[in-house]
């Protein structure tokens, strides 16, 4: 019912920016939460930051500060402006979306990745 697609990932050198987009499709009336999730090489997938419909907006400690999760409900679509980056950052950024906090994760819905590099 949902289809998540994600672009703007790519390499950039250590302290630079980068801005991610994921735009929603099909039933987004059900879409309540946004998210973005990363996984790094030989790493678990971790939660990077969460906006709820009310742009109520929360941050893994690692990109607090760096980082800035945002969203355009009349267009579907959830960013992720990261500044500041550094080569820990490096890894494939995925988009997460459900109605429920507490299952998104497991039973949302989720994007095909975009890749984020990040250069000494």
């Known amino acids: 019912q949902v289809q998540l697609v994600e672009s703007g990932g790519g390499l950039v050198q250590a302290g630079g920016s980068l801005r991610l987009s994921c735009v929603a499709s099909g039933s987004t009336f059900s879409i309540l939460h946004m998210g973005w999730y990363r996984q790094a090489q030989g790493k678990q997938r971790e939660l990077v930051a969460r906006?709820?419909?009310?742009?109520?907006?929360t941050y893994v400690e690692s990109v607090k500060g760096r980082f800035t999760i945002s969203r355009d409900n009349a267009k579907n679509l959830v960013y992720l402006q990261m500044n500041s980056l550094k080569p820990e950052d490096t890894a494939v950024y995925y988009c997460?979306?459900?109605?429920?906090?507490?299952?998104?994760?497991?039973?949302?819905?989720w994007g095909n990745g975009t890749l984020v590099t990040v250069s000494s």
């Open positions: 906006i709820s419909s009310s742009a109520y907006a």
């Open positions: 997460n979306a459900g109605p429920n906090i507490a299952t998104m994760y497991s039973m949302g819905y």
